[in-house]
C-alpha cells in the first residue's frame, strides 16, 4: 500500500548485449543503466527486461505500471525489420500516448525516434561510425525550458559515442536540443515525457576502449584509432562515466 506508492518503479527495455568477453566485466547495458540512474537513498525497484530477439517483452499494460522507461543501446539497427524491433516500437507509441516517462539512449534514441514517425539510417559514408569520446552542443535557452532542466548551466557537454546509425529525420513533435560537428541529432525532447541522447552517458571510456578490442574486426582500423585517441582530447578528459551534468539531467528528467 503506502509504502509500494512512495517507491518509485524503473523499467529498462534492454535491446542488446555486448561481447561475451565484456559483459563479464562492465556488465550488461541495463546493469550499466541502473548503475548511472539509480539515485541514492531513495526507494527504487528498477526491472530489466531482456526485449531482444523477443526474449522478454513486456506487456503495455505491465509497462504502464512503471513511473518511467529507460530504452537502452543496441548492436541492431531499427530499420532491420526484426519482429521484436517492431514489437518495442509498439510499447514505445503506447508509453508516449499516456505521457509515460521515455528515456531513450543511442539505439533507444533512434527507436523512440521511429516510433513517433522520424526515421533512421546509416550514417553518410564520409561520417560512418562515431565512436569515443565526443562534445555535443547544447541549445540551452531552449533545453531550459524544460522543468527538469532549470540547473543546466553549460553550453556543452562530453559523452560516450558508439553508433554508425543516425536519425536523419526527428519526429514532427520533436524537439532538437543537441548536435556536434559529426552529428545534427543528438539530444531531443517531446513534450516533458520523451528525452533521448545519440550518445551513451552510462558508458565508461573503459568500456569503450574494450568495446573497440572486442570488435577490432569488423571496425576500420583508423575508427578504431581515432576512438582510443579521442579520450585524450576531450577536456577535461571524461570521468569514468560520461560527464556527470548529463547523469544529473537524465535522473531530474525522470523523477
Not at 568477453?21 to 526507494?43: H, P, S
Not at 531499427?78 to 521484436?84: A, F, G, L, N, T
Not at 552542443?137 to 556543452?156: G, I
Request: hydrophobic fraction near 40%.
Amino acid at each position: 500500500g503506502a509504502l509500494e506508492k512512495m517507491c518509485r518503479r524503473f523499467a529498462v527495455l534492454q535491446c542488446g548485449s555486448p561481447a561475451a568477453q565484456v559483459t563479464k566485466v562492465f556488465g550488461n547495458y541495463g546493469d550499466m543503466i541502473v548503475r548511472l540512474l539509480r539515485a541514492e537513498g531513495r526507494n527504487e525497484i528498477w526491472r530489466k527486461y531482456q526485449v531482444d530477439e523477443g526474449i522478454e517483452i513486456p506487456t503495455d499494460a505491465e509497462l504502464a505500471t512503471y513511473d518511467a522507461i529507460v530504452v537502452s543501446g543496441s548492436p541492431k539497427s531499427v530499420y532491420d525489420k526484426e519482429p521484436w524491433i517492431e514489437c518495442v516500437a509498439e510499447l514505445i507509441r503506447g508509453a508516449a500516448k499516456r505521457k509515460q516517462k521515455t528515456l531513450g539512449l543511442c539505439f533507444g534514441f533512434q527507436l523512440v525516434a521511429h516510433s513517433l514517425g522520424g526515421s533512421v539510417a546509416p550514417a553518410p559514408p564520409d561520417i560512418g561510425w562515431e565512436i569515443g569520446g565526443r562534445s555535443v552542443n547544447v541549445k540551452l535557452e531552449e533545453l531550459r525550458q524544460y522543468p527538469y532542466a532549470l540547473d543546466f548551466s553549460s553550453n556543452t557537454f562530453d559523452i560516450c559515442q558508439f553508433h554508425r546509425d543516425v536519425v536523419d529525420k526527428l519526429p514532427k513533435e520533436a524537439h532538437l536540443l543537441g548536435s556536434s560537428s559529426r552529428c545534427p541529432h543528438e539530444v531531443y525532447a517531446v513534450g516533458n515525457h520523451i528525452l533521448a541522447f545519440q550518445g551513451h552517458p552510462e558508458f565508461a571510456p573503459e568500456f569503450v576502449r574494450a568495446m573497440v578490442n572486442a570488435r577490432k574486426d569488423s571496425l576500420p582500423p583508423e575508427t578504431s584509432k581515432a576512438a582510443i585517441d579521442s579520450f585524450d582530447s576531450v577536456q577535461p578528459p571524461l570521468p569514468t562515466a560520461s560527464d556527470n551534468r548529463i547523469r544529473q539531467l537524465c535522473q531530474s528528467f525522470l523523477n
